[in-house]
T-cell receptor, first 114, second 111 residues
Framework: SAVISQKPSRDICQRGTSLTIQCQVD?????MFWYRQQPGQSLTLIAT?????????ESGFVIDKFPISRPNLTFSTLTVSNMSPEDSSIYLC???????????FGPGTRLTVL | AQSVTQLGSHVSVSEGALVLLRCNYS??????LFWYVQYPNQGLQLLLK??????LVKGINGFEAEFKKSETSFHLTKPSAHMSDAAEYFC?????????FGTGTRLQVFP
């Protein structure tokens, strides 16, 4: 399985500001995903990060709020823009390489917005 | 459309007792099914996966799950709970390129 790292591991931010989260994988992967896990909740897929093209967003998530970059097959960033306290969550990236949806997750970024 | 239902948001067992975490799926095609575990302040770790090769799947840390098509279930079991098993457990079904997660079950283990 791939080794995935995320930066930062946690942050406390002021409302109205933006935070960029980085996801780095130790090998090339086909698919990269970004999830949100609100306190005490399950995981919700934000978007699929596509290499060389715009990310594919799930219903309820928009590019202006969650811009995503994926410049190569081992790296992606998620920006949480114009933050509000409702954005306080754990943000996780995951990767998949096979045809059976098996995904491996990074350690997550714990975001608190004041 | 695919969906996953986990019955019981909290399960409590004594150390050494059987662990049973329930997962039912809805799928219009043969599914890929997964169990993940999340320890406090950590990401998700894959416990086991069903990919149609065998109905009884063995995973890490002594966990296993049985795929029962007639019951559309994929329950997770462990014969003897250990204190270190206390965590959040998520069942997931594969859908196109994505995973659809259940709402999770928090397992507590008492001495």
């Amino acid at each position: 399985s791939a080794v995935i790292s995320q930066k930062p591991s946690r942050d406390i931010c002021q409302r109205g500001t933006s935070l960029t989260i980085q996801c780095q994988v130790d090998s090339q992967v086909t698919m990269m995903f970004w999830y949100r896990q609100q306190p005490g909740q399950s995981l919700t897929l934000i978007a699929t990060a596509n290499q060389g093209s715009e990310a594919t967003y799930e219903s309820g998530f928009v590019i202006d709020k969650f811009p995503i970059s994926r410049p190569n097959l081992t790296f992606s960033t998620l920006t949480v823009s114009n933050m509000s306290p409702e954005d306080s969550s754990i943000y996780l990236c995951s990767v998949a390489s096979g045809a059976i949806n098996e995904q491996f997750f990074g350690p997550g970024t714990r975001l608190t917005v004041l | 459309a695919q969906s996953v239902t986990q019955l019981g948001s909290h399960v409590s067992v004594s150390e050494g007792a059987l662990v049973l975490l329930r997962c039912n799926y809805s799928s219009s095609v043969p599914p890929y099914l997964f169990w993940y575990v999340q320890y406090p302040n950590q990401g998700l770790q894959l416990l086991l996966k069903y990919t149609s090769a065998a109905t009884l799947v063995k995973g890490i840390n002594g966990f296993e799950a049985e795929f029962k098509k007639s019951e559309t279930s994929f329950h997770l079991t462990k014969p003897s709970a250990h204190m270190s098993d206390a965590a959040e457990y998520f069942c997931a079904v594969g859908y196109t390129d994505k995973l659809i997660f259940g709402t999770g079950t928090r397992l507590q283990v008492f001495p």
